[in-house]
């Protein structure tokens, strides 16, 4: 169905708003876009209320002053929440004219997920019939969330299942090869095969990730991904000088470069953080506290330049030759102060004059005081970092019952 090429007008909600045909297509709003590819009038009544063909003019009953934020959002490339309206309804307006919840700012992004948290309800956009120009794309799409997404469909809920079984058994042999009864050599050929096909899983995952990702510069960037290539990669440096320098040289009897690499597997259970809620939201909360992590570690820093500084001067400075040689310098008595603000205790150091003990009563204390500052910011940030997760889990769940049903 062909459109004039003179303005195009959207009636919403009795407020008109004009565009030039040519623009109307080029906008984000996937509604829009849409209108133009309707082959009759029965298809495009289904996307808007009503047509004037005279005129030129579509009928929307929708809020206009929402659209009309919509609309800035097109202009500037920003989304905020309408004043005085309820977020749950304007979101409902985003869904409908072929917005996520992504697009909106971050600060609003969280006060709507608090709202579907609250509420227990939750809004799916609607599905779109892809044409043939996008049936490629949409592949790649698919292919990219079946990896990245563990929880958008079936088929990606065994791929996670699959490398969640490969973590776990190559932590396992990493774990099992520390022992005297693994240092055989049967023992250490099997070792390397299973080894070989983890790190062979590992590194064909990571490689269709970054061949069907969006954005290849981003996803270099992400750090779980880092992660993965500083998982994957010691196994293939110690490959290559084991080639090069043969089983038994010198540089492998030393081996102190061979097992440190062997040993940054263990970065593989940070995978783990890309299938558990709890892990994503321990990163996630880390991230956004990044401020209040930094406040603390001066709160403790501070305290610790203070107290070991009188402890070491009670305990050891006012009597060189028969004070407490364990407070002997300052650098020593941090670990006691940081062993006693964190009311651990080791006990293997500890003041013996009565003014350090008063002193270590004062650090103790204090320690309890200091670390309490910041962690109701965080545990505050955790809870929302969690419900934030759970309502995006929702979401995909309900996809995937949809696409099973």
Not at 183 to 204: N, P, S, Y
Not at 235 to 257: C, D, F, H, K, P
Not at 280 to 285: N, V
């Amino acid at each position: 169905m062909k459109f004039d090429s003179r303005l195009c007008t959207l009636n919403v909600g009795g407020r008109r708003f004009s565009f030039p045909a040519e623009l109307m297509k080029r906008l984000p709003l996937s509604r829009l876009s849409r209108l133009h590819r309707c082959g009759s009038e029965r298809e495009l009544l289904e996307l808007c209320d009503d047509y004037d063909r005279d005129r030129n003019e579509f009928f929307f009953d929708r809020h206009s002053e929402a659209f009309s934020f919509i609309m800035l959002y097109v202009q500037h490339g920003t989304l905020r929440f309408v004043p005085q309206m309820c977020e749950l309804s304007f979101y409902n307006e985003m869904l409908y004219w072929g917005l996520e919840s992504s697009d909106l700012q971050t600060c609003c992004q969280r006060r709507l997920d608090d709202r579907l948290s609250d509420c227990f309800v939750h809004f799916f956009p609607e599905e779109e019939q892809q044409g043939q120009e996008e049936t490629h794309n949409h592949w790649l799409e698919t292919l990219r969330r079946t990896f990245e997404e563990p929880t958008s469909s079936l088929l990606a809920q065994v791929l996670a299942s699959v490398s969640v079984l490969f973590v776990v058994i190559s932590i396992g042999m990493l774990c099992a090869s520390t022992l005297p009864d693994w240092k055989a050599a049967e023992t250490l050929d099997q070792h390397r095969i299973i080894e070989a096909v983890c790190i062979g899983w590992f590194t064909a995952e990571c490689v269709v990730r970054f061949l069907v990702s969006q954005d290849k510069c981003e996803f270099v960037r992400r750090p779980l991904n880092i992660i993965d290539l500083l998982a994957i990669m010691p196994y293939y440096i110690s490959v290559a000088m084991t080639m090069l320098t043969g089983e038994n040289s010198q540089l492998q009897r030393a081996g102190v470069m061979l097992r440190v690499l062997r040993m940054m597997r263990i970065f593989w259970v940070i995978k783990l953080a890309r299938h558990f809620l709890g892990l994503q939201t321990l990163g996630l909360t880390l991230r956004r506290c990044y401020r209040e992590m930094v406040m603390l570690l001066v709160f403790i820093c501070v305290a610790m330049a203070i107290f070991s500084a009188l402890a070491q001067l009670l305990e050891h400075g006012l009597d060189l030759e028969g004070g407490n040689q364990d407070y002997a310098s300052i650098p020593a008595a941090c670990w006691w102060v940081i062993i006693s603000m964190t009311t651990v205790g080791y006990g293997d150091m500890y003041p013996v004059t009565v003014a350090g003990r008063v002193l270590g009563g004062l650090c103790v204390v204090s320690g309890i005081v200091l670390l309490a500052l910041p962690i109701t910011f965080i545990y505050h940030s955790f809870v929302q970092c969690y419900h934030e997760l759970k309502v995006r889990t929702a979401r995909c769940n309900h996809r995937l019952s949809a696409e099973l049903n």
